[in-house]
């Protein structure tokens, strides 16, 4: 059982504070294939001690046809509870907040070729009282967005190609505020990606390029966070049986660039992401 402490005044994040939560959830899925027919179903049931009884699901249905193709529609539903930091932070926490309730629908085409593929995929999310950090009434905290809608469109393709494996994928979002008609804030429209692998040998040698444009920063989308690309390089050596080094070298040409913005009454300073990092790792396969 949880326990509570602290006093129950309700002020956005001050003395009001639990402790602890628990969540019981029950799930159950169920794979069925016949012949050229793909079925997916689920079921999830979430007992959350400070938000209630929650019930979701999911269904798939795919179906082949032509040789080379695959078509599918799916459906389901989704619960978040908001965090302890979105309720309690000092300064920050925002004790109202109502948990996330969301549906998704996805229609899907799928070609698969002996060295090529393609999948294209159409979709749409509805949610109920999605948590966004927002600018509201002189403060900066966690705030529930009564209606919002996110729907979009992605292409993805792939080739293998000597011992290239190729792939790229781009996709386009249109996340709304419905009660505004508005971008949501600090999500980006369209995203394209590159990917290039090679195998040499008991060496692979890789690159990916990853570029998304401008977003907003503030409900009213008058303030824009420039878009950016950034390009990373990978190296894997298999020096021995069942070992592997691996080097990872992330935002090659050190592109600064940030995705959300303090509010002006915090200073107005960017959240600067990660510049060039290196990353270096062993692993032993047994």
Request: hydrophobic content about 35%.
């Amino acid at each position: 059982d949880g326990d509570t402490d602290g006093d129950r005044r309700n002020d956005f994040g001050g003395d009001l504070r639990e402790d602890s939560r628990d969540n019981t959830g029950l799930f159950a899925q169920y794979l069925g294939d016949w012949g050229r027919h793909h079925v997916q179903l689920s079921a999830r049931g979430d007992d959350n001690e400070q938000f209630g009884e929650h019930a979701t699901g999911s269904a798939a249905y795919g179906i082949d046809f032509a040789d080379a193709y695959t078509a599918s529609i799916s459906y389901g539903t989704a619960f978040k509870a908001p965090t302890f930091n979105e309720l309690y932070f000092p300064g920050f926490g925002n004790s109202d907040l109502e948990p996330e309730e969301s549906e998704t629908w996805e229609l899907g085409l799928r070609g698969q070729y002996q060295r090529l593929y393609w999948d294209l995929a159409l979709y749409q999310t509805n949610v109920d009282d999605l948590i966004a950090n927002e600018s509201r009434d002189g403060r900066f905290a966690p705030f529930n967005v009564d209606e919002a809608r996110i729907r979009g469109i992605e292409l993805a393709t792939g080739l293998e190609l000597d011992q290239w494996t190729l792939a790229a994928s781009v996709a386009y979002t249109d996340p709304e505020d419905r009660d505004t008609g508005k971008q949501l804030i600090r999500r980006a429209s369209q995203t394209l990606r590159l990917d290039a692998d090679r195998q040499l040998g008991d060496w692979n040698l890789g690159a990916s390029f990853i570029a998304q444009d401008h977003r907003y920063n503030d409900v009213d989308n008058d303030e824009r966070l420039a878009g950016y690309g950034t390009l990373d390089l990978r190296a894997g050596w298999a020096f021995a049986p069942d070992w592997k080094a691996n080097l990872t070298l992330e935002n090659v040409f050190d592109r600064e660039y940030a995705t959300s913005r303090a509010s002006a009454f915090q200073g107005g300073w960017d959240y600067e992401n990660p510049g060039r990092a290196a990353y270096l790792s062993v692993g032993f396969n047994l």
